[in-house]
């Protein structure tokens, strides 16, 4: 049978100026005792790790073993066994063993197109004798295939076009001879530019690297205007390119390189050059095309999150404009409600002992309260989520707060027949905390325990201290809200009532209280079962949280539709 059968194609090899230490780091990745020498696909040679090891050690006194690597490997050639590829297997190994080499390089046209070694003479033997199939040694298809998994898994880790670059690069060459490379991309699908992120083996004898490519007249523009992959061996002998600014001086001589695709948008083009003439092969440029698709995938993921975060950007832009927006107007619509309210308590004096006109202001009062209640509850939010409320801490006792509120809310209990338990025996309690926003808080919560409640319930206020926190709760005995609903009440507009009664509310109070402890530093907790009652529990700092230490406050979300009530 012909040798080609059982040559390893597309094998290692190894460049003449490439230095010793170069060699025998890939000769050692590969676990290769031969290396074969090549000069644009010709052979010159083979190296042996071997004889070099055998040959310094041998020396009296040794060899500098440092300075040995620093030579090129084409100082320790020897003689190169070639064989065509229609070689007999037995004249193959007859050549073998009459040369003493492990290896035969086999050539075609003058051009190395693979290797046999005795190991894959001695598979020829097995499968002879014993007539079944012998596994094959790892080829450098299988290199290949592990460079592109690593390639893959290093462009999946940053959005960083030059670490990309620079991570693919350290893989690719265990695979491919690689002096430079360069990732090259259209700013804008109509760009006329390419943007240059280039990387050199060598950064002190690289010259400055380009920051832009025109697309007409380079090589580079070539392959993105064409989206045709390219590999040239020797680019002195390529005249389309003589003059293209990516030769260096003159300094690239063998380049392999392919477009970005995505659909049908180049986003670029990958470059791996050389400096010297370096016949690239096939399945060099089919690794470095499925580089390229791995790549254009990582640049698809980047823009992508560039848009998401600029997106986000403009929502929270458009969300400052509406809160400023929101806290103007309903400042003015404050002022002008309480000159309402003036003529309203002025038709109160007038009405007198006639009860139609009395049933009129009365409604009006009621009325305009709603308005008041809807009007402050907005221009809190909208100032939450401009962060412009700032909180004055002060020490005050907790029980005295407390038992304000409920007198404050003694009259509404009695009208919705809910009893207020009064917490006269509990002990006091200090902490550092803004007076008028607790009001705000424990007011909220005192209110929707008495709304939706039921006749006949209870509302119970209590405190305790646990470590270093104020811990305050509010119980009531009324319909309790529903597991699925328990999250939602907490969201801007979400109100949860009651089945047999209908609540009063703008659905932002809960929302307004939530945001009011986070800029306590504390933290507001639910716990409630239907029919059974609902329990609200806030846990406050006892001491100032000093201004620098707290946290950020995230924009409050979006208002959703109002949900139907329950």
């Known amino acids: ?308 975060q600029r997106l986000v950007e403009e929502l929270r832009e458009v969300n400052r404009i509406q809160d400023e927006f929101l806290a103007v107007a309903t400042h003015d619509l404050r002022n002008a409600l309480q000159g309402v309210l003036a003529y309203i308590g002025i038709l109160a004096v007038r009405a007198g002992d006639d009860p139609t006109l009395a049933e009129l202001v009365g409604n009006l009062a009621s009325a305009s309260s709603g308005m008041k209640t809807l009007i402050t509850d907005l221009h809190d939010l909208a100032r939450l989520g401009m962060r412009a409320i700032r909180l004055h801490p002060t020490r005050l006792d907790l029980k005295e707060l407390v038992l304000s509120v409920l007198d404050q809310h003694a009259e509404f209990a009695r009208e919705e027949q809910v009893h207020l338990v009064w917490p006269e025996h509990e002990p006091s309690l200090h902490l550092e905390a803004d007076p008028v926003r607790l009001r705000q808080v424990l007011s909220n919560l005192v209110s929707n325990a008495i709304k939706y409640n039921r006749p006949g319930g209870r509302v119970e206020v209590c405190w305790r201290q646990e470590d270093q926190e104020a811990v305050l709760e509010v119980e009531d005995s009324g319909v309790g809200i529903r597991p699925e609903h328990q999250q939602a009440i907490f969201d801007l507009f979400r109100r949860v009532a009651s089945s047999s009664r209908k609540a009063e509310g703008s659905g932002l109070g809960l929302t307004i209280t939530r945001q009011l402890v986070d800029l306590h530093r504390g933290r507001i907790e639910l716990h409630s079962a239907v029919d059974q009652g609902s329990l609200f529990r806030v846990r406050l700092p006892l001491h100032r949280i000093p201004e620098e230490e707290r946290p950020i406050l995230e924009p409050l979300p979006p208002p959703l539709p109002p949900r139907s009530e329950v």
């Open 1 to 308: 049978m012909p040798l080609r059968r059982w040559m390893t194609p597309d094998p290692i090899t190894a460049g003449p100026s490439e230095t010793l230490r170069e060699v025998l780091q890939r000769m050692r990745r590969h676990r290769m005792d031969v290396l074969p020498v090549t000069l644009g696909g010709s052979v010159l040679g083979v190296v042996r790790s071997s004889d070099l090891l055998r040959g310094a050690l041998a020396e009296d006194p040794p060899a500098d073993l440092q300075a040995m690597a620093r030579r090129p490997v084409a100082d320790f050639l020897t003689d190169a066994v070639s064989v065509p590829p229609d070689l007999t297997e037995a004249e193959a190994l007859r050549r073998m063993w009459t040369a003493g080499s492990p290896v035969l390089c086999v050539v075609e046209d003058g051009r190395l197109i693979g290797t046999v070694s005795e190991g894959d003479l001695a598979g020829l033997l097995v499968e002879s004798w014993t007539g079944g199939s012998v596994r094959r040694a790892p080829s450098r298809s299988g290199n290949q295939l592990d460079v592109l998994l690593r390639v893959a898994r290093e462009a999946s880790r940053s959005l960083e076009m030059a670490t990309i670059l620079q991570e693919i690069t350290r893989h690719a060459v265990a695979a491919l001879p690689i002096d430079q490379s360069a990732l090259l991309l259209l700013p804008a699908k109509d760009s006329p530019l390419l943007v240059v992120h280039s990387l050199y083996s060598n950064p002190e004898e690289g010259e400055p690297p380009l920051e832009e490519l025109p697309l007409e007249g380079t090589l580079s523009g070539w392959v993105t205007l064409q989206r045709r992959s390219l590999k040239i061996d020797d680019l002195d002998r390529e005249s389309r390119f003589q003059d293209s600014p990516e030769r260096f001086a003159g300094r690239m001589r063998s380049l392999v390189c392919a477009p970005l695709l995505f659909r049908d948008e180049c986003l670029g083009v990958l470059n791996f050059w050389c400096h010297r003439p370096h016949a690239y092969l096939d399945s060099d440029l089919e690794l470095v095309e499925l580089i390229a698709g791995h790549i254009s995938a990582a640049i698809q993921s980047a823009r992508r999150v560039e848009r998401e």
